[in-house]
């Protein structure tokens, strides 16, 4: 497939582009996310926060979560062969973004986000890795935005962002619009939830991390139905690929699986992300799982987070992908 000319960098930024909570939080790919979310960002304004700031911070998670990226971008090089252009939708400041340029050297590649300095962040990483040459950044919201690529994409990637958008049919539609005929949409959304700790603790009642997970559950339901145009789904991904003209849909899941001792990053993660749930979710916990948040929080206690053996980090995460005819 013939390379298109290296896309052009845009510098464009408006206030409400880039899609977060005012809560700061952050998911596994460096993108923010709401209370305690493991899945991506939430929709809202972003004036307050300072991503130049936050930028080390969203790379180290991303950073830890390679493995499984590195899985799905190997799976998709062998459903996409030799792509002109990438477009990352979504991409934070990066990690993602030059991890297709590692896998496919023959593509250029377009970070596309609502944050000017994750956006720069994301330049330089590809100038410190060497594929500063067909890298691009375009500034702007979801899906709108992509109205403004110079070239249609031979594959087109958002990572569990599409969900906060409010219409999930419309944003694949305008997805697939902006596909070269025989391009590839891949969205990665869904998955498993992920784990950290045994079932019983050894202390408070066993289950913690379910009961979470229900918890989240619920923020993630209200999070939806608050999205400006908002409209309820099916999430039967396969059938609302097909909706928007795409044919031949896959899917597959990928793990990463980094078990106990946890290594210095991978325990900095779960330490945030814990914290992350019990500021969102404290007022919502009973007071045995509260106290037990709390101790696993206290980096002086034997028992909590910071010094256990048995932390692991177990996550996975599915892609979905479709065709667009030719």
Request: glycine letters at 10%; proline letters at 7%.
């Amino acid at each position: 497939m013939a390379h298109p000319p290296h896309p052009t960098p845009h510098d464009r930024h408006t206030s409400d582009d880039r899609h977060t909570s005012d809560d700061r939080h952050t998911c596994d790919d460096g993108r923010p996310q709401g209370p305690g979310h493991g899945h991506g960002h939430a929709h809202g304004h972003d004036t307050d926060i300072d991503w130049a700031e936050m930028a080390p911070h969203l790379e180290a998670q991303a950073e830890l979560f390679t493995p499984l990226y590195e899985r799905a971008l190997s799976w998709l090089g062998k459903e996409v062969t030799e792509p002109g252009l990438i477009v990352d939708a979504g991409s934070g400041p990066g990690v993602v973004s030059t991890l297709f340029a590692e896998t496919f050297p023959g593509a250029r590649v377009m970070a596309v986000d609502g944050s000017a300095p994750l956006l720069e962040r994301a330049r330089q990483r590809a100038e410190r890795l060497g594929h500063g040459d067909r890298f691009g950044t375009l500034a702007g919201e979801l899906p709108g935005v992509l109205q403004q690529l110079d070239y249609p994409a031979d594959l087109l990637w958002a990572g569990r962002s599409l969900h906060h958008l409010g219409d999930q049919r419309a944003a694949l539609t305008a997805f697939a619009e902006r596909l070269a005929p025989g391009g590839t949409l891949a969205i990665m959304e869904g998955g498993l939830p992920s784990r950290f700790l045994p079932r019983d603790l050894g202390f408070g009642r066993p289950g913690l991390e379910a009961r979470l997970d229900a918890l989240q559950e619920e923020w993630f339901a209200q999070m939806r139905a608050d999205l400006p145009g908002s409209v309820d789904e099916a999430e039967d991904w396969a059938a609302l690929l097909g909706a928007a003209g795409l044919r031949h849909a896959r899917s597959r899941s990928f793990l990463l699986d980094l078990p106990a001792p946890a290594s210095d990053r991978a325990r900095s993660y779960v330490v945030a992300t814990l914290s992350r749930l019990r500021d969102g979710f404290g007022d919502s916990l009973d007071p045995g799982d509260r106290a037990t948040l709390d101790r696993l929080l206290d980096p002086q206690d034997e028992a909590g987070v910071h010094r256990r053996a048995d932390v692991f980090v177990l996550a996975a995460h599915t892609v979905h992908t479709a065709v667009k005819p030719v």
